[in-house]
């Protein structure tokens, strides 16, 4: 009997590597949760916004994010939605670029000279960004839904999510369409499914940790995009502009956190 | 240029608890650019030096940095300052809520 | 059958142009990742129609065809299960920030478990430690690992599986490889 429970115990003993691992992701994510660079983030989102800039040398100040000029509580988390001065659906990066050519008579092309940083030097994007998101902590996320544009994008963004094209046959799906599966060490959320999609949609835009960078929801398109070996997405078109309706609204209902702080 | 520090100052437990983040490179030896990093951080609780840390490469990118000074009570003026090996240095000012 | 077929190919082929249209205009070429890529193959018509659930029949014809892509070398077809482990373990290839012409890796850990010593391995696939232990590693199943390699989809039409060789990702000698590192009985997926 002593040897029988001996064993019992020792195999109950053994670690299984990938859980010990899971369990090291853990701790590190609260680690990293407490005291994120993302509030410095913030604070240069708001000097950006106040900044007068352009041909019409005036601030993003008077901006209309979708809750009246300028006003940015809030905003964040009822986007995308459709916009009648622009008559499109608009994603808050698209929007950011519709205020900076309209308010401050900045060109497209300069513009969007520069949308994604580096680790020395952020974009304006992502400033504002993570400005702009984190005034819409804790409200519900509550993007566009019942406009015929917003319909039509949500769908778009749906047969881009499980349309599979390239070299590699990726669609979105290929890895975000099953439950419990991971790439690496990375699970993989079922964005198409509202209970994997909230706590997401919740979190983003967000700090990556490793690259000491502060990600963008357009960003982040634009590298899933490059990881399934397409082309290169253009930066706020319809088509990432769909994507990103169509994740927003599956995540719809969920308290907006602020952005995140990740790997 | 130094980028945005952010403080947070409030009393715990009658202790005085302090969170800062800092804005900085950290660029050391590993990645082959001129070395670039906080080499001192200095607290002062009322005009009063009651912290001096040497740090070194091995602290990351954007720091944050947690520090508890015994005792202080609510409207006590908190400076954080760092400098780096370059000569270029920051700080920030707050009062401990 | 075949008219059948047809009828519920009509509705999502209408949607599935209209992506298409959507993809040609709000993508752009970068690196190697040029604009042929959008434009879908029959197969990824099939599958993309389909839902990735073609009708058997259908299937079996469309595999076929993709079998025919494959072009087994004649004799061994284990290689170095060593340079298998280095091709499993990396993910270059394809990218517009990958170089152009490789050299390019086979992003095997991403999806599958292979060696026990990796801990960091993907769930997406199958977990294929002690595959050569079980199955053994004789010219049947050697033939068997490289077509699955070379392209998934003659196995299963809409597999999640990049099709490596054919897409150009891996060559002979590299498939021949990771052969290896799932047959030779040496390799650490068979201890």
Known sequence: ?263 | MAGPMKMRATLAGGNTEVRVLMTHPMTTAQSGQPLHFIQTVTVKQNGKPVLEAQTSQAVSRNPVFSFRLKGGAKGDKIEVSWLDNKGESNRIEGVVA | MRAFAVLLFVPAVALAQDVEKVLKRDFKARGQATMDRVLPDALQRVCNETNDRPPAELAKTLEADQMKTIAFPAGSLIGSWQNGERIAQGGRGLTWSDKPGGPNDGSCYNCHQLSPKEASFGTLGPSLYRFGAVRGNGPEIQKYVYGKIYNAKAYNLCSQMPRLGYSGTLTEAQIKDLVGLLLDPASPVNQ
């Open chain 1, 1 to 263: 009997m002593k040897r029988l429970s001996l064993l019992l115990a020792l195999a109950f003993c053994v670690p299984a590597p990938a859980q010990d691992a899971k369990k090291e992701i853990q701790k590190y994510q609260q680690m990293i949760a407490d005291g994120s660079p993302v509030e410095l983030f913030e604070i240069g989102g708001e000097e950006l916004w106040k900044k007068p800039q352009g041909p019409k040398k005036v601030s993003l100040e008077k901006c209309d994010l979708g809750r009246g000029a300028g006003v940015v509580k809030g905003a964040y988390a009822r986007l995308p939605r459709y916009f009648k001065d622009a008559d499109r659906v608009m994603d808050l990066e698209s929007r950011l670029l519709y205020c900076m050519s309209m308010l401050q008579g900045r060109s497209a092309e300069e513009a969007t000279k520069r949308v994604f940083g580096n680790q020395d030097t952020p974009s304006e994007m992502e400033y504002l960004s993570a400005y702009i998101a984190g005034q819409s902590r804790g409200e519900k996320m509550a993007p566009g839904t019942t406009h015929a544009k917003e319909k039509e994008a949500f769908a778009l963004g749906e047969k881009l999510f499980f349309h599979r094209a390239g070299p590699w046959d990726f669609s979105c799906a290929s890895c975000h369409g099953e439950e419990n599966k991971r790439i690496r060490m990375q699970d993989l959320p079922v964005l198409s499914k509202p209970a994997a999609a909230r706590p997401v949609v919740a979190t983003w835009p967000a700090y990556r940790v490793s690259n000491s960078q502060f990600k963008t929801m357009q960003w982040r398109i634009n590298d899933c995009y490059r990881q399934m070996r397409m082309p290169e997405p253009v930066f706020a078109s319809e088509a990432t502009i769909a994507v990103n309706l169509f994740l927003a609204a599956t995540g719809k209902g969920e308290p907006y956190r602020g952005p995140g702080t990740k790997r």
